[in-house]
């Protein structure tokens, strides 16, 4: 029986792995900066400033506090050291961490228990089924568990997924780690806590020690037995087809699901079933064609598309494939084009005159970016170039990326337009 005196040391406990220290912050940035930076990697709940009242600044010191002890592990691992206004950050862990290192050791010793993952930074069109999906390539999952949010169907960008074996869990984390989905990069850790379940924002949570809270039988019979329907459906599908599928045109970047699939995930006795249950995007079009036959065409909506069920080894690829639909960006940046000491007046004028070749060209944005605080630290020049449509852009980036200019190798790539329209120029 866990007391409440040890259900109050385990909160406690759990609220200090929840937080880290961040230093070596440019006195000029602020609070907003931080939270941009940090963001990726869990719903945050607090940011404390150290604030030098005498002076009128914070102190080049802060506390980041997550909702998750994991989203403050990923943010250390992965943060420590970057550059942000032309310093390197430092990130570990607050001073009275270790005063409670037993229990924080305890916790997470139950914690290795379970094959569970920690996954954030989820696009916000993402289902628990789309996720599961892509997922379930390292192996079987047990229950996918989005954050939920306050508005209805929707969640906050991270969650937990439960498999079946570690070995499962371990290639999930070592192939999806900063996999591009959908536009965003996912942060992919292990769970440092047991099972707990995951309320709403400003819902009233019951404590429940360290007692894991398990997935409900009757739920996963149900997610089973509608798994099944839905295998049916896609089976019915795939039999009609009297010619071979054609082949995902689309592979995600910098990371391919599909390679770790065909190792991480194939038992023997998922073997026929995989071939089976293949569907493509070929098939679900044809499907809404068919369904839409008495329609007007602008009545055949993304949306309808989006809605068909699907299953199978394609699936992971043809969630992906709707994401980048979404996120056509209509920016490309140019890299290694010029030098700082080439940036004059002109430059603006010459990259609109050569880009419009391709497209109507309606901002160009010159951004130099130092590497380091030292003063003789290199400044590399990007410049952003904002078209009309993401077609143009696709053009671009096909003539100029690889071309030789003034003796120099360009490199010319899309840009996020989230992150441009932000003033987001880092990357």
């Avoid at 929707?154 to 192939?175: C, L, M, P, V």
């Avoid at 369904?291 to 949306?303: C, G, Y």
Wanted: proline share 6%; charged share 20%; aromatic share 6%.
């Amino acid at each position: 029986m866990v007391s409440m005196q040890e259900v109050a040391q385990q909160q406690r406990a759990l609220i200090l792995m929840s937080r880290i220290y961040v230093g070596s912050i440019n006195f000029e940035l602020g609070e907003e900066t931080v939270r941009n930076g940090f963001y990726h990697f869990g719903t945050i709940k607090a940011i404390n400033m150290s604030w030098d009242g005498a002076a009128g600044k914070h102190k080049g010191y802060c506390f980041v506090e997550y909702e998750t002890a994991e989203g403050a592990q990923l943010a250390l691992e992965q943060m420590n050291g970057v550059i942000i206004g032309g310093r390197n950050i430092k990130v570990g862990r607050p001073n009275n961490v270790p005063q409670a290192a037993p229990i924080i050791a305890r916790i997470q010793e139950e914690s290795r228990k379970y094959p569970r993952i920690y996954v954030t930074s989820i696009h916000p069109d993402l289902s628990e089924a789309d996720v599961r999906s892509v997922f379930e390539a390292f192996g079987k999952i047990v229950s996918v568990e989005l954050a939920p949010d306050n508005k209805p169907g929707k969640h906050r960008g991270w969650g937990f997924i439960n498999y079946e074996t570690h070995q499962a869990a371990a290639d999930a984390i070592a192939s999806m780690n900063l996999f591009d989905l959908g536009g965003q990069f996912l942060r992919v850790g292990r769970a440092l806590t047991p099972p707990l379940p995951l309320y709403p924002p400003n819902a009233t949570p019951i404590v429940p020690g360290l007692a894991p809270i398990l997935p409900d039988p009757n739920a996963i019979a149900a997610a089973n037995k509608a798994a099944a329907k839905i295998q049916e459906q896609v089976e019915a599908m795939t039999a009609a087809q009297s010619s071979p599928p054609p082949s995902i045109l689309w592979e995600p970047e910098p990371k391919s699901v599909v390679s770790t699939a065909s190792s991480a995930a194939k038992p023997a006795s998922s073997d026929t079933s995989s071939s089976s249950s293949m569907i493509t995007i070929a098939e679900v079009n044809a499907k809404l064609k068919a369904a839409n036959a008495d329609k007007p065409p602008e009545m055949v909506s993304l949306q309808q598309e989006e809605s068909v069920s699907i299953s199978g080894s394609n699936a992971r690829l043809m969630v992906m494939q709707r994401l980048t639909r979404k996120n056509e960006s209509a920016v490309v940046v140019l890299r290694n084009m010029v030098s700082a000491d080439e940036v004059d007046e002109e430059l603006e004028d010459e990259v609109t005159s050569e880009c419009s070749k391709f497209g109507v060209v309606q901002r160009v944005v010159i951004y130099q970016e130092r590497q380091g605080v030292d003063e003789n630290a290199e400044v590399i020049v990007k410049i952003f170039v904002l078209f009309q449509a993401h077609s143009e852009a696709k053009e671009t980036v096909k003539s100029l990326d690889g071309r030789w200019f003034g003796g120099r190798v360009i490199k010319c790539e899309i840009y996020d337009d989230d992150k441009f329209n932000n003033n987001d120029l880092s990357h």
